[in-house]
């Protein structure tokens, strides 16, 4: 049990090391969070009162204790990242069959 267990802390420690790892995970933020954020900015220095209006309620709905905000982003990022490592991960199949 105790090996197991230090097994997945390695391998959680091995994927937190990976830089695209991070570009997933700022890629999927974006995709569930950070347009609020750039909308609300644009619609502040643009004066756009929907823009405002729009991001402003979004953005009160995420920061709600019950918002399963981050049950949606690090699956996504996850899925993201395996995106960008499939080249590598086909090229380690053909690897290995030869």
Known sequence: MK?????????IIKY??????FIAFLI???????????ML???IFLKIKWMQVVATSYL????????????ITIPLSVFI??????????NEENNRKI
Do not use: D, Q
């Open 60 to 71: 009160a709905i995420l920061w709600l204790p019950c918002t399963p905000e981050k049950l």
């Open 3 to 11: 090996e197991k267990l230090i097994n997945i802390k390695n391998l």
């Open 81 to 90: 990242y395996k995106l960008l490592n499939r080249r590598k991960r086909i």
């Open 28 to 38: 999927a933020w974006m995709i569930t969070n950070g347009w609020s954020y750039v």
């Open 16 to 21: 937190l090391k990976e830089p695209k790892l």
């Open 41 to 43: 900015g644009f619609g």
